[in-house]
């Protein structure tokens, strides 16, 4: 009985680790952005890649001193993981001098070993597990990933209840906990089991914020604001979603008001600022009932709509705390239906700030609904007369291009044909945007109106659509119905008395469309008419930028950038032209290009040590771990995508759809044997059954899963929880079979092999990752999903059934 | 590897002496006026003012930089200078001040101090200038700099730069460095008939274009955005 793996620990050791992946994510969103910790962590998961060279060299020692090599890891795990994040934060990494500043590269290279530390310690408790345990394989990697399922959905509980930093040392605890059970498990001795688990009490017991302190980048809005005398924090809040802070500055008030028109007779209102994640500064107005001082909220590019129509119902998408609600009111609307993704920001205008806005959200008008914009809209059966998607992002996020990569489904073709399908006759539809010069994503919000309006069969769109612009903001304007001759009157006079710029209405002249802010060409007006022509195509492919409308498969509105404007864009560094780079899509391709490079190295490094081995080949092994690695996470991130459109909500559908795929992964993976003997009965060759069998579900998916996706939408929350659990079951248990048959298989035949298949496994994972984000990028999430049944097919097919497989059944047996 | 990155950290900054830093600054003001015949189309004019060169080459930029930065003062590029906010790329002020256009005997005004160091190039070509910071320890580091080197002509005051500085109002030109979601009405106020107002749109570090507002002799306003480099969307075009 004391060779039994130890289960219990493992699972927690994997629960943990991968908490600490997306608690990694939220402490960076915080610190840094969002887009760098994604390529930090990426680094950092490389950890569990290198645990496997590390065995292959290290194996012979270790395994014959399982149980205090397997504690002793688990017990550095749990140590290294709060201090590591510590450490990684001394580093004075600054990812906005990247470009100018060569020793960011160093500083970069510094946080990656930093925090790669407790991932190459999980790594290495299960690859020794795997190694020490050969003929129980598919229960430790059961054990493995229903562990990281249980994680995934633990997180994120555990980040509603405490703040980021406490979970950090909750989930050091779990690791020493682990280790602890890790000594229980394997014999160990009582007094190292009452030591570890007197850490992981401990760790759990001092309050985080006592010792753990977040620096954010100093260049962040928020430490920017918190700089200015008399600026203080007067709440804040976390969740799994975001941190909010809000921020009073009586000595200078915020006076926000994007884009206001220099001809304003008036000036905003006082305002707190609510942050989240230390970015994009969303004021909440003080408001009295009175809308005298709201009058600059109608010299803003956003208020034309209520110039075209009177006393709207109006849907405002994005309300945050309730500027564009305001907008609203201020023009008379009868009734406003808000819809606000984060409930923390909902709450500050109903709790602590209630007094301070006015009861804005209880006002018998307003109907606030805490809900994602795209799926409120396809669950409503209203109608309004006036959709506005406000400017939800912050500009300094935006002008960085630092979403580049970040998937919206608030701005694609199918986004705009849904809002279209909710307004009432002659009703407006109603986008504001930054301004970026040269013009890129108001192109490409136009571009992709046009597109829905075609797909919608609407005859003329020219007639349909007008844009005016100011030097911050520009607004799109799209109606059901056309313009009339009244409503062309009414925006030039509204256009002439704010000083903004028309770039298009139907009618327009271009000599009234660069008049009050000048450029150097009329870039928008050209686009404009550019892209209602018949040259569209043409045009969208000889811009600079990427400005082709996104879609649902392809849900990246913030990606401009084109390689091939790349090599100009860094010639003109020196001359101020960095803005003209977004940032957030070379960073990816770094962060593959260096997961590629150290996945081949830490794959290639051990070559010579199992040079003499036997039975299975070298060169199968890695096709077969690197087909599946890659295939997995291919499948994993592609499903991702669908559903956070479906359950509209981007961490529900996060945690859901990785905790099912996991756990029915891991029960996959407890009934591989069974599964495989039992299919070896009819076949001789069951896994490449096996790998038709997630070749059939995948793309049955692809093609069913949009049209009944569309037709539930309108189902409530937890309803489409458990049909996205059914969907995910069957092709998840599937993609839980192939790792342990294949490892199990390795074990049997060329023992020395197994630390190393782990490694290929853990690289080709990350590099898996980044590179569906990328494929998903240029081909949609639709192609990423064949290529994964491709890669499947090959593995399975070809690599590991290419030959006959050595005779199945018994376990091979294990060393004492 | 992180006792090679510990090590770089603790580098001394490299000193240089006097002549050396004149040497380099002249090499950056050369370096700057190469690229302003370059980006002629853009910013409408053909080279930057032989006067805003000159005073590129004259005011020490290493003395407007931490410590540990100066080795670093006269390349081309923005600089950190503590509180989250940085210097601009020399190019971008010479751009920033070109446009601006100040002449002597002129009141200029800034909003956003910063280091000191537009306002140092501002004050060798026009004849007074007023400076406002928000971050009050930017203020006083910034006022004892430019004292230190003699720049009698700048008055620094902390504080909210919203409503100008009516004390010394109507301003030839005003330069607005710190990032504000609109162009502040009670400015375009101070502007003198006939004035120029530059405000840079970008982020720390990021400048992405200058917008010029200009008031005409019969008071009306108007304005312009300018691209600081010269690229043309769409391939093929002009």
Same mark, same amino acid.
């Given at each position: 009985m004391?060779d039994r793996?130890?289960?219990?620990?493992?699972a927690?050791?994997?629960?943990?680790?991968l908490?600490?992946e997306?608690?990694?994510?939220?402490?960076?969103s915080i610190?840094?952005w969002h887009?760098f910790a994604?390529?930090?962590?990426s680094?950092?998961?490389?950890?569990?890649?290198?645990s496997g060279?590390f065995?292959?060299?290290?194996r012979?020692?270790?395994?014959?001193?399982f149980?205090?090599?397997f504690?002793?890891?688990a017990a550095?795990?749990?140590?290294?993981?709060?201090p590591?994040?510590?450490?990684?934060?001394?580093?004075?990494f600054?990812p906005l001098?990247?470009f100018?500043d060569p020793?960011?590269?160093l500083?970069?290279?510094?946080?990656?070993?930093?925090?790669?530390?407790?991932f190459f310690c999980?790594?290495?408790?299960?690859?020794l597990a795997?190694s020490r345990?050969?003929?129980r394989i598919?229960?430790v990697y059961?054990?493995d990933?229903l562990?990281?399922?249980?994680?995934?959905?633990g997180?994120?509980l555990?980040?509603?209840a405490?703040?980021p930093v406490q979970?950090l040392?909750l989930?050091?605890?779990l690791?020493?906990?682990a280790?602890?059970?890790?000594?229980?498990?394997?014999?160990s001795?009582?007094v190292q089991f009452a030591?570890?688990?007197? =850490?992981?009490?401990l760790?759990a017991?001092?309050?985080?914020?006592s010792?753990?302190?977040?620096?954010p980048?100093p260049y962040k809005?928020?430490?920017?604001?918190?700089?200015?005398?008399?600026?203080?924090?007067?709440a804040r809040?976390?969740s799994? &979603?975001?941190q909010?802070t809000?921020v009073?500055?009586p000595?200078v008030p915020?006076?926000?008001?994007?884009?206001?028109?220099?001809?304003s007779p008036?000036e905003?209102?006082?305002?707190?600022?609510?942050f989240?994640?230390?970015e994009?500064l969303?004021?909440?107005?003080?408001?009295?009932?009175d809308?005298?001082?709201?009058a600059? &909220?109608?010299y803003?590019?956003?208020?034309?709509?209520?110039h075209l129509k009177r006393?709207p119902r109006? &849907?405002?998408?994005?309300?945050g705390a309730?500027?564009d609600?305001?907008q609203a009111?201020y023009h008379?609307?009868?009734?406003?239906?808000?819809?606000e993704?984060?409930?923390?920001v909902?709450?500050l205008?109903?709790?602590?700030?209630?007094g301070? $806005?006015g009861?804005?959200?209880e006002r018998?008008?307003?109907r606030?609904?805490?809900?994602?914009a795209?799926g409120?809209?396809?669950?409503?059966?209203e109608?309004?007369?006036?959709i506005?998607?406000?400017l939800?992002d912050?500009f300094s996020?935006?002008?960085?291009?630092?979403?580049?990569?970040?998937?919206?489904y608030?701005?694609?073709?199918e986004a705009l044909?849904?809002y &279209?399908g909710?307004?009432?006759p002659?009703?407006?539809?109603?986008?504001t945007?930054w301004?970026?010069?040269?013009p890129r994503d108001t192109?490409?919000? #136009?571009?992709t109106?046009?597109?829905a309006?075609k797909r919608s069969?609407l005859?003329?769109?020219e007639r349909?659509?007008?844009?005016i612009?100011g030097w911050k903001?520009?607004?799109?304007i799209?109606?059901?119905?056309e313009?009339?001759e009244r409503?062309?009157?009414a925006?030039?006079?509204?256009?002439?008395t704010?000083?903004f710029?028309?770039?298009? #209405?139907p009618?327009?002249?271009?000599?009234?469309?660069n008049?009050y802010?000048r450029l150097d060409e009329s870039y928008f007006y050209?686009g404009?008419?550019?892209?209602?022509?018949p040259r569209r195509?043409?045009?969208i492919e000889g811009y600079k930028?990427h400005?082709?409308?996104?879609?649902?498969?392809?849900?990246?509105f913030?990606?401009?950038l084109r390689?091939r404007?790349?090599p100009?864009?860094?010639a003109?560094k020196d001359?101020?032209?960095l803005?003209?780079?977004?940032?957030g899509?070379?960073?990816?391709a770094v962060?593959?290009a260096?997961?590629?490079?150290?996945g081949?190295?830490?794959?290639?490094?051990?070559?010579?040590?199992?040079? =003499?081995?036997?039975?299975m080949?070298r060169?199968?092994?890695?096709?077969y771990f690197l087909g599946?690695?890659?295939g997995?996470m #291919?499948?994993?991130i592609?499903?991702?995508?669908?559903f956070?459109?479906?359950l509209?909500?981007?961490?529900?559908?996060?945690?859901?759809v990785l905790?099912?795929f996991l756990? #029915?992964?891991?029960l =996959?993976s407890?009934?591989?044997r069974?599964v495989?003997?039992a299919?070896?009965?009819?076949?001789?060759?069951?896994l490449?059954?096996v790998a038709?069998a997630?070749?059939?579900?995948?793309?049955a998916y692809?093609?069913?899963?949009?049209?009944?996706?569309?037709?539930?939408?309108?189902l409530?929350?937890?309803?489409?929880v458990?049909?996205?659990?059914?969907?995910i079951a069957?092709?998840a248990?599937?993609?839980g079979?192939?790792?342990p048959t =294949?490892?199990?298989?390795?074990g049997?035949?060329a023992e020395?092999l197994?630390?190393?298949?782990w490694a290929?496994n853990?690289c080709?994972?990350?590099?898996g990752a980044?590179l569906a $984000?990328?494929?998903a990028v240029?081909?949609?999430?639709?192609?990423?999903?064949i290529?994964a049944?491709?890669l499947?097919?090959?593995?399975?097919?070809?690599?590991?059934?290419?030959?006959a497989?050595?005779?199945?059944?018994?376990?091979a047996?294990?060393?004492? | 590897?992180?006792?090679?990155?510990?090590?770089?950290?603790?580098l001394?900054?490299?000193?240089l002496a006097?002549?050396?830093?004149a040497?380099e600054r002249?090499r950056?003001?050369d370096q700057i006026?190469t690229?302003?015949?370059?980006?002629?189309?853009e910013t409408?004019?053909p080279?930057f003012?032989?006067?805003v060169?000159?005073?590129?080459a004259?005011?020490?930029r290493?003395?407007?930089v931490?410590a540990n930065q100066?080795?670093?003062?006269?390349e081309n590029?923005p600089?950190p200078i503590?509180?989250g906010?940085t210097?601009?790329q020399?190019?971008?002020?010479?751009l920033?001040?070109?446009l601006?256009?100040?002449q002597?005997g002129? +009141?200029?005004?800034?909003?956003?101090?910063g280091?000191g160091?537009q306002a140092a190039?501002?004050a060798?070509?026009?004849g007074w200038?007023y400076?406002?910071?928000?971050v009050?320890p930017l203020? +006083?580091?910034?006022e004892?700099?430019?004292?230190?080197?003699d720049?009698?002509?700048?008055e620094?005051q902390?504080?909210d730069g919203?409503?100008?500085?009516a004390?010394h109002?109507p301003f030839?030109?005003?330069i607005v460095?710190?990032?504000a979601?609109?162009?502040?009405p009670?400015?375009? +106020?101070?502007l003198?008939?006939g004035?120029r107002?530059?405000?840079?749109?970008?982020?720390?570090?990021?400048t992405?274009?200058?917008?010029?507002v200009e008031k005409?002799a019969?008071g009306?306003?108007?304005?312009?955005q300018?691209?600081?480099v010269?690229f043309?969307?769409?391939?093929g075009?002009?």
């Amino acid at each position: 009985m004391k060779d039994r793996p130890p289960f219990i620990a493992i699972a927690l050791i994997s629960a943990a680790a991968l908490g600490y992946e997306v608690l990694l994510t939220r402490l960076f969103s915080i610190t840094l952005w969002h887009h760098f910790a994604y390529m930090i962590i990426s680094a950092a998961l490389l950890g569990y890649g290198a645990s496997g060279t590390f065995l292959v060299l290290a194996r012979s020692r270790l395994e014959t001193r399982f149980d205090a090599a397997f504690v002793a890891s688990a017990a550095t795990f749990g140590l290294s993981i709060a201090p590591s994040f510590l450490l990684a934060q001394r580093i004075s990494f600054n990812p906005l001098e990247l470009f100018w500043d060569p020793r960011q590269a160093l500083y970069l290279l510094g946080l990656y070993l930093v925090l790669f530390v407790p991932f190459f310690c999980a790594g290495t408790c299960t690859g020794l597990a795997f190694s020490r345990f050969r003929g129980r394989i598919h229960r430790v990697y059961a054990a493995d990933i229903l562990g990281a399922g249980a994680g995934s959905l633990g997180i994120v509980l555990a980040l509603f209840a405490f703040p980021p930093v406490q979970a950090l040392t909750l989930l050091s605890a779990l690791g020493l906990l682990a280790a602890a059970i890790a000594a229980l498990e394997t014999r160990s001795g009582f007094v190292q089991f009452a030591a570890l688990l007197a =850490g992981a009490g401990l760790m759990a017991a001092i309050p985080a914020e006592s010792w753990i302190e977040l620096r954010p980048s100093p260049y962040k809005e928020l430490s920017q604001t918190l700089q200015v005398a008399g600026a203080r924090v007067v709440a804040r809040h976390s969740s799994p &979603l975001a941190q909010i802070t809000v921020v009073e500055s009586p000595r200078v008030p915020f006076r926000h008001a994007p884009g206001m028109s220099l001809a304003s007779p008036a000036e905003p209102a006082p305002q707190l600022a609510v942050f989240s994640d230390g970015e994009g500064l969303n004021p909440l107005t003080r408001f009295d009932g009175d809308l005298a001082p709201l009058a600059y &909220l109608d010299y803003l590019t956003s208020a034309l709509p209520y110039h075209l129509k009177r006393e709207p119902r109006v &849907l405002v998408l994005g309300a945050g705390a309730g500027a564009d609600v305001l907008q609203a009111l201020y023009h008379r609307s009868p009734r406003v239906d808000a819809v606000e993704l984060d409930p923390q920001v909902v709450a500050l205008l109903r709790g602590q700030f209630a007094g301070y $806005a006015g009861r804005l959200y209880e006002r018998p008008e307003l109907r606030v609904h805490v809900a994602e914009a795209r799926g409120f809209v396809a669950g409503s059966p209203e109608r309004y007369d006036l959709i506005q998607v406000a400017l939800v992002d912050a500009f300094s996020v935006a002008s960085a291009g630092l979403h580049a990569l970040s998937e919206s489904y608030l701005y694609t073709v199918e986004a705009l044909q849904d809002y &279209l399908g909710h307004l009432q006759p002659d009703g407006l539809l109603a986008v504001t945007r930054w301004v970026t010069l040269p013009p890129r994503d108001t192109l490409k919000l #136009f571009a992709t109106a046009v597109a829905a309006l075609k797909r919608s069969g609407l005859p003329h769109p020219e007639r349909r659509l007008a844009l005016i612009r100011g030097w911050k903001t520009a607004t799109l304007i799209v109606k059901n119905g056309e313009f009339n001759e009244r409503e062309i009157a009414a925006l030039r006079a509204f256009c002439r008395t704010r000083s903004f710029d028309p770039a298009y #209405f139907p009618g327009i002249a271009p000599d009234e469309t660069n008049r009050y802010n000048r450029l150097d060409e009329s870039y928008f007006y050209d686009g404009a008419t550019a892209l209602l022509s018949p040259r569209r195509d043409a045009f969208i492919e000889g811009y600079k930028f990427h400005i082709e409308p996104a879609t649902d498969d392809r849900p990246y509105f913030f990606r401009f950038l084109r390689w091939r404007s790349l090599p100009e864009i860094l010639a003109l560094k020196d001359r101020g032209g960095l803005p003209l780079l977004e940032w957030g899509y070379p960073v990816l391709a770094v962060a593959l290009a260096q997961a590629v490079a150290a996945g081949a190295l830490l794959i290639l490094l051990p070559l010579p040590r199992i040079r =003499g081995e036997t039975g299975m080949r070298r060169g199968r092994v890695a096709a077969y771990f690197l087909g599946i690695g890659l295939g997995f996470m #291919f499948l994993e991130i592609a499903f991702i995508q669908k559903f956070i459109l479906f359950l509209a909500h981007p961490l529900y559908a996060v945690a859901v759809v990785l905790c099912a795929f996991l756990v #029915f992964a891991g029960l =996959g993976s407890l009934l591989s044997r069974s599964v495989v003997t039992a299919l070896e009965r009819a076949t001789d060759r069951p896994l490449r059954w096996v790998a038709a069998a997630i070749g059939a579900f995948a793309l049955a998916y692809i093609f069913v899963l949009p049209p009944l996706f569309r037709e539930l939408m309108g189902l409530p929350g937890l309803s489409k929880v458990a049909i996205s659990v059914a969907a995910i079951a069957p092709l998840a248990f599937l993609l839980g079979l192939p790792f342990p048959t =294949g490892l199990a298989r390795v074990g049997r035949e060329a023992e020395a092999l197994i630390p190393w298949a782990w490694a290929v496994n853990g690289c080709a994972s990350v590099v898996g990752a980044v590179l569906a $984000a990328l494929l998903a990028v240029h081909l949609g999430f639709t192609v990423v999903v064949i290529l994964a049944v491709v890669l499947y097919l090959l593995a399975l097919g070809v690599a590991f059934e290419g030959t006959a497989a050595a005779p199945n059944g018994q376990p091979a047996p294990e060393p004492s | 590897m992180l006792a090679l990155l510990a090590l770089l950290c603790l580098l001394p900054p490299v000193t240089l002496a006097a002549e050396d830093f004149a040497a380099e600054r002249r090499r950056m003001a050369d370096q700057i006026g190469t690229m302003a015949a370059q980006t002629a189309f853009e910013t409408a004019r053909p080279r930057f003012d032989s006067r805003v060169m000159d005073a590129l080459a004259k005011v020490p930029r290493h003395r407007f930089v931490p410590a540990n930065q100066m080795s670093h003062a006269y390349e081309n590029r923005p600089l950190p200078i503590g509180y989250g906010q940085t210097i601009s790329q020399p190019y971008i002020v010479a751009l920033m001040t070109d446009l601006a256009n100040p002449q002597p005997g002129q +009141k200029v005004l800034e909003i956003g101090t910063g280091s000191g160091y537009q306002a140092a190039i501002l004050a060798e070509l026009a004849g007074w200038v007023y400076t406002i910071e928000i971050v009050e320890p930017l203020a +006083k580091q910034a006022e004892e700099r430019l004292k230190a080197l003699d720049y009698r002509n700048v008055e620094v005051q902390a504080g909210d730069g919203y409503y100008g500085w009516a004390a010394h109002a109507p301003f030839d030109a005003i330069i607005v460095t710190a990032a504000a979601s609109h162009v502040p009405p009670p400015l375009v +106020k101070q502007l003198k008939p006939g004035g120029r107002m530059v405000i840079p749109v970008g982020t720390p570090f990021l400048t992405q274009n200058l917008m010029l507002v200009e008031k005409a002799a019969d008071g009306s306003v108007s304005s312009r955005q300018i691209l600081p480099v010269r690229f043309v969307p769409l391939t093929g075009g002009h």
